[in-house]
C-alpha cells in the first residue's frame, strides 16, 4: 500500500472493476485477481477460498492503509462470514462504530443498454 511491492499505477489497476470483453463490456465487481468491494465508502479488495480443513481471506482498504489476512483450521465457512469478520476487524482497528453495509460494487450494463 505504500509501492513496496506493488507500485501504484498497477495497484490501481488491482482495483478497477475489470469490463468483460465477450459480454458487451460489462463490469463485474472483480478487479486483477481481486473480488472489489465498498468499506465505508471506501475501495476494497478481497480474495478468499478454501480447501479441505481451511479457509482464508484476505481483505485490503488502501486509502486507510487497512490489510487483513484470516487463515482458519475450519472449512466451509461462508465468503460472507469471513468478510464480515475481515471488516469487523477493520472497524476494530479502525475506530469505525457502525459496521460496513456489505453491499459490493453493482455490475454496469453493457454500453447502449
Given at each position: 500500500m505504500d509501492g513496496k511491492f506493488v507500485s501504484d499505477r498497477p495497484g490501481a489497476l488491482m482495483l478497477t472493476p475489470y469490463a468483460l470483453?465477450?459480454?458487451?463490456?460489462?463490469?463485474d465487481g472483480f478487479g486483477l485477481g481481486w473480488f472489489?468491494?465498498?468499506y465505508h465508502?471506501?475501495?476494497?479488495?478481497?480474495h478468499g477460498g478454501g480447501t479441505p480443513k481451511v479457509s482464508g481471506i484476505a481483505f485490503f482498504v488502501p486509502e486507510r492503509r487497512l490489510a487483513i489476512a484470516g487463515i482458519f483450521n475450519l472449512e466451509g465457512i461462508p465468503g460472507a462470514d469471513r468478510i464480515k469478520l475481515a471488516e469487523a476487524i477493520g472497524d476494530v482497528v479502525l475506530g469505525?462504530?457502525?459496521?460496513?453495509?456489505?453491499?459490493?460494487?453493482?455490475?454496469?450494463?453493457?454500453?447502449?443498454?
Open positions: 470483453p465477450r459480454h458487451g463490456g460489462t463490469v472489489l468491494d465498498l465508502g471506501m475501495r476494497a479488495g478481497l469505525e462504530r457502525t459496521p460496513n453495509v456489505i453491499r459490493g460494487l453493482q455490475p454496469t450494463p453493457p454500453p447502449g443498454h
